[in-house]
């Protein structure tokens, strides 16, 4: 009898193999991308070579390209890389965490949410760049640690709203069957509220991620001594684009590289929602 | 084996159910049928013991029910299963929230997903499920904690005509087997007579007991009995009891 109804669904592991030439399809499928990075990179050539007043302001692909491998080679960039990553790594151990906790608090907690609400959202429009040098200085001074907590606050907006709105999402009938299987608070947590609330969670780990990278930069403009951030501002001081420019590859390319890893944890995490290959 | 003694319901000014007393003797198949807002899954809730009632109170065995019971199962209007939970996970998850071992669950969960004709869709996720089928999952999920009642509220009203024939004969046909104690919530008379061996009727708000109608049909209920003279009278009958237009 269930045969007649079977029919309309999917068989749940249907066979898959592994097509060949995976390589080339990766490569197709990031093709358009690269154009793009090609198109820009033609772009930025021929611009500063014609234009010699820009020259103070960006330097040619060549001498970027160059001033990386000096500054790869003397060890200066793998310095200053270090210090981002840990402060990065830092501020998000520091933001992440205490923004889920307050998210999961105001999305559950009425009280909580008229009483913290406004603040919250008021605390997301003070411009981080204008507090940073009191933060900084209330911390201790320029270092490692201010920085970091510099990069906290900023991802800790994203990462508070994306638990709010994941919680708040939990659909009120798995609660009440929750409720009638006589769950505990902390099942009804980890069984039901956490992977229902992983998809956005995870939308706001992505952001976070990528803006930690920008707040250590914030951080590092008020009399740091080390990281990428640092890095720029120097060499700006001294009028090497070519510095600027190495140093703002590298965070993107950090960023990029942070980013990619949620999101190929993340595809792990929510294989249920994947249609099956 | 479970009876409402008095039960009032009010929702601030507004009274939802007005004194119900009635009791369901066990093995027994019963409807409760009313029109929409009446308040029938209230008094499903209720019988739950997810909403304690304003006054009265429901009592399984002779024992107030004070919160929701193993013995008693329910079973939603919608599917209601996790969508990051495979089918079999789904069917497991009353058992694992009481701390069963992994192999005990699993085999519990197996035989239920074969009963219910669901064995190849056990490592399924919900979205790959038809609707009828979701539903029968959501049906395994309330019986592998074996209840001695069962509560459904439209359990068949989301699924299509088609689908809802083979839900109903399937259910009557795993009640014989079982012996459990059903209740049964919904707005459709064929349904009601067709199914039980008792319907109880709620008038509009606030929802009270306005009837109760036996069904004297034979058993096991077939397809066709629904066309037998028999059963218009009943459908007449019953229809008369309900003072809803347009029902």
């Not at chain 1, 399809?25 to 793009?36: D, F, Q, S």
């Not at chain 1, 709010?164 to 947590?189: D, H, K």
Request: some cysteine; aromatic content about 8%.
């Amino acid at each position: 009898m269930a045969q007649t109804i079977s029919q309309t669904a999917q068989p749940a592991q249907p066979p898959y193999t592994k097509p060949r030439f995976a390589f080339l399809r990766r490569l197709w499928y990031r093709l358009p991308a690269l154009l793009v990075a090609l198109a820009i990179l033609a772009l930025w050539h021929f611009q500063t070579r014609e234009s010699a007043s820009l020259a103070f302001v960006i330097a040619t692909p060549e001498a970027v390209w160059q001033t990386f491998g000096q500054l790869l080679s003397n060890g200066t960039l793998l310095n200053h890389l270090g210090t981002t990553v840990l402060e990065v790594a830092l501020g998000l151990c520091l933001g992440v965490p205490s923004a889920l906790l307050l998210g999961y608090l105001i999305a559950r907690n009425r009280f909580a949410e008229r009483t913290l609400g406004p603040y919250v959202v008021g605390f997301q429009a003070v411009p981080l760049i204008a507090i940073a040098p009191i933060l900084i200085t209330r911390l201790g001074g320029p270092g490692i640690a201010s920085v970091s907590v510099v990069a906290a606050l900023i991802v800790f907006f994203p990462m508070l709203m994306s638990a709010f709105v994941g919680i708040r999402s939990v659909p009120a009938e798995l609660r009440e069957l929750f409720r009638a299987l006589n769950a505990s608070p902390w099942q009804t947590f980890y069984r039901l509220e956490l992977p229902s609330a992983a998809p956005s969670l995870f939308g706001g780990l992505k952001v976070s991620v990528t803006l930690a990278v920008v707040g250590t930069v914030v951080g590092e403009a008020y009399g740091a001594t080390a990281g990428l951030g640092f890095m720029i501002f120097s060499s700006r001081f001294v009028y090497n684009p070519a510095g600027v420019m190495v140093g703002v590859f590298t965070l993107t390319a950090l960023a990029l590289l942070l980013y990619e890893g949620v999101a190929r944890l993340e595809r792990r995490a929510l294989r249920w929602r994947a249609p099956q290959p | 084996m479970l009876r409402l003694e008095g039960v009032w319901q009010r929702f601030g000014a507004l009274e939802v159910l007005h004194n119900i007393s009635f009791e369901l003797a066990a093995g027994e198949f019963v409807c409760l049928i009313g029109p929409s807002g009446c308040g029938k899954t209230t008094l499903l809730r209720i019988a739950a013991g997810l909403l304690k009632p304003s006054a009265g109170q429901a009592l399984f065995n002779g024992e107030p029910i004070s919160a929701p019971l193993p013995e008693i199962g329910i079973l939603f209007q919608q599917p209601t299963l996790l969508p990051y939970l495979s089918t079999r996970a789904n069917v497991e998850l009353p058992l694992a929230l009481r701390g069963v071992s992994r192999a005990a669950r699993r085999s519990i969960a197996q035989q239920a997903l074969a009963q219910l004709g669901l064995a190849e869709f056990a490592e399924a996720y919900p979205s790959q499920l038809s609707g009828g089928m979701a539903q029968r999952a959501a049906l395994g999920r309330a019986l592998v904690q074996n209840p001695a009642v069962l509560l459904m509220d439209e359990p068949f009203s989301a699924l299509d005509a088609m689908t809802r024939e083979l839900m109903q004969l399937e259910l009557l046909d795993l009640w014989q087997r079982t012996r459990k104690t059903i209740l049964m919530v919904t707005h459709s008379i064929t349904e009601a007579i067709f199914m039980a061996d008792r319907v109880l009727v709620l008038t509009a708000r606030p929802g009270r007991l306005s009837a109760t109608l036996d069904v004297p049909l034979p058993r096991p209920r077939r397809l066709a009995m629904v066309h037998s003279p028999e059963f218009g009278a009943l459908a007449a009958q019953l229809r008369s009891h309900i003072n809803a237009p347009g029902l």
